[in-house]
Each structure stands twice: as structure tokens, then as C-alpha cells.
């Protein structure tokens, strides 16, 4: 009930490209539902966030969709860059509980 | 600049030594966190802290240890029991403990190996 499954688990778009990196869930008690980027040797930074009362969020060229139905929320990134190539992160948290990570998403954006 | 330090940001352990990795944060967040991240397995909650002299096991405690005798500091030790240290630790910190829904502020993490 714990677990926050991510894909895919790596993703190859051109310059330009809108990649869509995916996560379910199964604890209703989530409530917060952040992204994070983390580029290599670095910890990870706090990207964009969502809670489940609304159903997208948009933060530059980082949008969130939140479903909450389907317990699925997705970061779709614009116009994307080189300088976007980087590992992304979802977690969830909620209900008193510690975040929980997915198991990450390699993107490499090809010039 | 307010920010989370860890280190060293290399560290070599030999079979049966036991190592301690610093994370010092001044931020003055209440709640401290260590991960321990493998490639392609996310990250792993290793401890967790809400308040100064007391912390929590995460997921996967077995073989570490920790202490919280500052606010600012929150060590963690790889005892020999830990029979598969290789990893990349990172350390984190949220403003308020008790409450999941804050966003965590990252280390830029120490990458352990064995000799």
C-alpha cells in the first residue's frame, strides 16, 4: 500500500520533445505528490508539486496530472531541452506517513 | 546560503570497519532524513529524525545506526554488520517534523565503496 511505481524507467526524446513520465499509487491516505530532478552526483531537487484537489498543475515548462480516480499522476515536460537530461523521482506522502519514492526515470534529451 | 552538507563526498571502507558519514544542515529544520540510493531502485529510507534525541528506522535500518544530538547534525554509521555498503547516501531535511506533507531539501550525497 506503501509503494509508488514509476515508468518508464528510462527515456530517450529529441530537443523539443514533450517526455511524460508516469506513477501510480495505491494509499488513499496520499495527499502530497511532489517530483523531484536529480542530475548525476548531485542530490536530488524539488521540481513541482501537487495535491490531490486539483488536477494539473504547471510550473514553467513542467506540468503535473493528477487523476485521482485512477490513482495516477504524470509529469509531462515541454519544449524539452538538453539541460533537461537528468533523472526524475515521484513520491508520495500523506496521513502521517514519510515520503515514499518511485524507482526513478533516466531521461536523455538528444540535441 | 542555507543548505544540507554532507560528507566526505567519497568514502572507502575496508571489510570489517565501521565509517561515519557527516550531514550537517542550516536550514534549522526540525526532521532529518538518510537515504540510500541504488541504481534503478529509487530511494530507500535508511533513518529518520523529528526532533532532536530521538530518530526512527526506516525500510532498511539493518547494519546502520544513527544519532541526533543537534538539531543541525544527524550522522549516520555503516557498521561491518552492513554486508552491502555500495551505495550513494543522501541526506535530507524537512522544515517541520510530524508533518509528511513538506518538501524534503537534499545533501548532494556521499558515494561509499568497498577496498
Known amino acids: 500500500q506503501q509503494q509508488v511505481k514509476q515508468s518508464p524507467q528510462s527515456l530517450i526524446v529529441q530537443k523539443g520533445g514533450i517526455p511524460i513520465i508516469n506513477c501510480a499509487y495505491e494509499n488513499t491516505a496520499f495527499d502530497y505528490f511532489p517530483w523531484y530532478q536529480q542530475f548525476p552526483g548531485k542530490g536530488p531537487a524539488l521540481l513541482i508539486a501537487i495535491r490531490p484537489d486539483v488536477s494539473e498543475k504547471k510550473e514553467g515548462r513542467f506540468t503535473i496530472s493528477f487523476n485521482k480516480s485512477a490513482k495516477q499522476f504524470s509529469l509531462h515536460i515541454m519544449d524539452s531541452q538538453p539541460g533537461d537530461s537528468a533523472t526524475y523521482f515521484c513520491a508520495a506522502s500523506g496521513g502521517g506517513s514519510r515520503l515514499t519514492f518511485g524507482e526513478g526515470t533516466q531521461l536523455t534529451v538528444n540535441p | 546560503d542555507g543548505g544540507i552538507t554532507q560528507s566526505p563526498k567519497y568514502l572507502f571502507r575496508k571489510e570489517g570497519q565501521n565509517v561515519t558519514l557527516s550531514c550537517e544542515q542550516n536550514l534549522n529544520h526540525d526532521a532529518m532524513y538518510w537515504y540510500r540510493q541504488d541504481p534503478g531502485q529509487g530511494l530507500r529510507l535508511i533513518y529518520y529524525s523529528q526532533i532532536v534525541n530521538d530518530f526512527q528506522k526506516g525500510d532498511i535500518a539493518e547494519g546502520y545506526s544513527v544519532s541526533r544530538e543537534k538539531k543541525e547534525s544527524f550522522p549516520l554509521t555503516v557498521t561491518s554488520a552492513q554486508k552491502n555498503p555500495t551505495a550513494f547516501y543522501l541526506c535530507?531535511?524537512?522544515?517541520?517534523?510530524?508533518?509528511?506533507?513538506?518538501?524534503?531539501?537534499f545533501g548532494d550525497g556521499t558515494r561509499l565503496s568497498i577496498l
Open positions: 535530507a531535511s524537512t522544515p517541520l517534523g510530524g508533518y509528511s506533507n513538506q518538501p524534503q531539501h
